[in-house]
């Protein structure tokens, strides 16, 4: 009877210790939101080389894929971003506006080169729908909904000279939207949408993804998900995982500092030129998690990363993945920094957890996340200070003219220049949640249940606005009219 006592005791105790260890402070799980939410979806795995010597990746993709659609499809349509640098005329990075920074030498050729395609195991014609070989359409035969097959590519990709999202700069090889990831099936079809020079022109469903990177000894990798790594001979192998993502993002150099920092039980990793920039991007990245998490949800994944590139935006967001412009790092830019982390780190909300049109409703989630920031000054700065931003985001945008027929509901291939673009869809849009919310003081609460609500999917333009009206307990349709769709 002692023994069982005893027995019973020490069970007791041990279950104590497990249940503070798993849900303790400071101990928390994470990554298991994402986890939960990987089961069934299509699974990318990708083999990647890279060459810096010759700026070229190499690539072998295996997709796993299952049609969830109730429509037979005859084909598969992959968005192949890395196409359009290959001539002048497609280039995303050769406008005007944005030419002499992204191309500070001169137009430098990339571009993708597609060496073979497989249908379970069947060698597959293919072609490009698009001049400039963005819409890679593949023959299937017919898969009838809830089937599966496995697509096999190998192809190449030539890395230009250029400070875009996709490119090189000063020694920092970025690739953003630079690897075949599968179209969005909507409404019987593939979204086959422009590579348009202004905003992000980018939408996929979330899947899984292993991916494994071969580089040279000595270059560090930023990327999407959560990373080991061994080196043999001259190379190193990283391997990636992760589960519920709609895309892998991931930038190389030899020449970032690091810093890591533990929050909440995230690893938030920060790569920079120098050693403070990076102290400094984990620093901001960790209290822009925490105001996240605590106003939309937890953050659904166990990383989150970020690093210094060469572009000329702000910077662009990737599922745990920021890339910042490196003039946000230099001195007296703290502010910049704090704030383009914090708009950036949103997106992990508004693009990565839910996903939108950003092509048709680019508003649905930069809208979202500037009003984020504005939150996020007040809270932890403090009335002025919020005023003071919003006087010059927000109200000095509304003193803007619109240009001829764009409204902050406009497709992104209604603007002509970046300029025109953030003031409309960033400053116009976010006035009309500033507005909602001195209505009815309660946006942050219906951004949550829209976070709840469409995590991992992808939501329209309704379904937010339906949101909104539900959980402020208000009709915003007119307001959202006013706002997001009326010529000034």
């Known amino acids: 009877m002692k023994y069982l006592l005893f027995l019973t005791a020490l069970l007791m105790a041990v279950a104590v210790i497990v249940f503070f260890f798993f849900h303790g402070k400071g101990s928390k799980e994470t990554g298991l939101r994402a986890a939960k939410a ?9 083999e990647l080389v890279f060459r810096p010597e010759s700026d070229e990746l190499a690539v072998t993709l295996t997709l796993q894929y299952t049609n969830r659609t109730q429509d037979t499809q005859s084909d598969i349509v992959l968005r192949t971003w890395a196409g359009a640098y290959q001539q002048y005329e497609t280039s995303p990075a050769s406008i005007d506006e944005l030419f002499d920074s992204c191309y500070p030498e001169g137009f430098s050729e990339g571009g993708i080169s597609i060496e073979g395609v497989w249908w379970n195991d069947t060698i597959v ?7 400039a070989s963005t819409v890679l359409r593949v023959p299937v035969g017919a898969i009838a909904a809830d089937e599966s097959g496995r697509l096999r590519l ?17 020694g920092i090889y970025q690739f953003g939207n630079a690897l075949p990831v599968l179209s969005v099936w909507q409404d019987g079809v593939w979204h086959t949408d422009e590579y348009w020079p202004i905003g992000d022109p980018f939408m996929s469903e979330c899947a899984n993804y292993d991916v494994t990177l071969s580089v040279p000894k000595g270059w560090m990798c930023a990327a999407t998900g959560s990373s080991t790594s061994k080196s043999s001979g001259d190379r190193t192998l990283f391997s990636f995982h992760a589960d519920a993502v709609r895309e892998f993002g991931f930038a190389l150099s030899d020449k970032w500092q690091k810093a890591e920092k533990k929050a909440d039980g995230i690893t938030v990793s920060a790569y920079a030129l120098s050693k403070d920039g990076a102290k400094k991007a984990a620093e901001y990245a960790v209290k822009a998690l925490r105001y996240c998490a605590s106003h939309y949800g937890d953050y659904p994944y ?14 662009m967001e990737y599922p745990q993945l920021v890339m910042v412009s490196n003039s ?5 830019s703290s502010d910049t920094l704090e704030l383009t982390l914090v708009h950036e780190t949103a997106h992990q909300w508004f693009y990565a957890l839910v996903g ?20 996020y000054v007040k809270e932890r700065y403090g009335t002025d200070s919020f005023q003071a931003l919003r006087a010059t985001r927000v109200d ?5 003219p619109l240009p001829l027929a764009v ?7 209604y603007y002509s220049s970046y300029t025109a673009y953030s003031s409309v869809v960033y400053g116009r849009g976010t006035a009309f949640l500033l507005d909602a919310d001195e209505m009815t003081g309660k946006v942050d609460a219906a951004l949550k249940a829209y976070c709840d609500r469409y995590a991992f999917r992808i939501a329209s333009r309704d379904d937010l606005l339906t949101t909104l009206c539900d959980s402020c307990e208000a009709d915003l349709y007119p307001l959202a009219v006013d706002y997001l769709d009326t010529l000034m």
């Not at 990987?38 to 990708?46: E, N, Q, T």
């Not at 400070?163 to 700069?169: D, L, P, V, W």
């Not at 946000?328 to 007296?332: I, Q, T, V």
């Not at 950003?358 to 989630?365: G, T, V, Y």
């Open 302 to 315: 166990s990383t989150f990363t970020v690093c210094s590139i060469g572009f000329p935006f702000g910077g």
């Open 125 to 131: 014609s293919y072609s490009f729908d698009d001049e």
């Open 407 to 413: 409204t902050p509901g406009s497709p992104i291939s």
């Open 356 to 375: 939108s049109d950003s092509f048709n409703q680019p508003w649905q989630d930069e809208t979202l996340c500037e009003y984020t920031v504005l939150g």
């Open 38 to 46: 990987a089961d069934g979806l299509d699974h990318y795995m990708y």
């Open 154 to 170: 190998r192809c190449r990709i030539q890395v230009p000279h250029c400070a875009h999202r996709f490119g090189e700069s000063n």
């Open 396 to 400: 000095a945008a509304m003193q803007d």
């Open 328 to 332: 946000c790092f230099e001195k007296n």
